[in-house]
């Protein structure tokens, strides 16, 4: 069936440090992964897709990386913000989007 | 701002009682998803409307239903409510089916008591 998980519920990261968020599938036929950001209050925000046939895409201060060998997807956040406080939630795609449970990452002043 | 917006935001409602949840899409998008998503979870699709039109389900019962009217705006419905339909309800916006950009509104969050 289809599942996406992720590793870690929280995430504590110094500002200025980079941020790893990573999150496990298990349905090989999707065609798309996302990342999306949801800020208390507020619905998800688009941050990053990749398409199943990469590995890599970066975007501004953000870079997923994708191994499907072992079914793996992560999002890496450069210099993170205090404004990158949120919880982060991976998706997947086939004809619908399958979210994960999400992660909070705190940002230490 | 996404564009898209969700009314009401807020809503308290008995158990068995009915309800509808509006959705305005962005503008020129003509696709609209909802999603339920419980405290402390990831949201999980219900259904997506295309062109006035179901396109696609998840595992909801029949007692969720939808519409899409001629200017892609939707409505939610959700009949005999009980106490697990307490959630945050999202609608999502996006041009075409297969588009991963899609554009979520601010949520309803409705209560089931």
């Known amino acids: 069936g289809e599942s996406v998980g992720l590793h870690l519920p929280t995430l504590s990261v110094q500002e200025g440090d980079n941020s790893i968020i990573n999150c496990a599938y298990s349905?090989?036929?999707?065609?798309?992964f996302i990342w999306y950001k949801q800020e208390s209050g507020k619905g998800p925000q688009f941050i990053i897709d990749?398409?199943?046939?990469?590995d890599k895409r970066q975007g501004q201060r953000v870079t997923v990386l994708l191994n499907k060998t072992v079914k793996h997807l992560s999002l890496q956040i450069a210099a993170t913000q205090p404004g990158d406080s949120a919880v982060y939630f991976c998706a997947e795609r086939r004809e619908k989007l399958t979210f994960g449970t999400g992660t909070r990452l705190t940002i230490i002043p | 701002e996404t564009g898209v917006t969700q009314s009401p935001t807020h809503l308290i409602k008995t158990r068995g009682q009915q309800v509808t949840l509006r959705c305005s899409s962005q503008?020129?998008?003509?696709?609209v998803s909802w999603y339920q998503q419980a405290l402390g979870q990831g949201p999980q699709f219900i259904f997506q409307y295309y062109r006035e039109e179901e396109n696609g389900r998840g595992n909801f019962p029949p007692r969720f239903s939808g519409l899409q009217f001629p200017n892609y705006s939707s409505e939610l419905n959700v009949n005999a409510l009980e106490l697990d339909d307490s959630a945050l309800y999202l609608c999502?916006?996006?041009?075409?089916?297969?588009?991963?950009?899609?554009?979520f509104g601010q949520g309803t969050r409705l209560t089931v008591v």
């Open positions: 503008s020129g998008h003509n696709t």
């Open positions: 349905n090989s036929a999707s065609d798309y």
């Open positions: 990749i398409r199943s046939n990469m």
């Open positions: 999502a916006s996006s041009l075409g089916r297969g588009n991963t950009e899609a554009f």
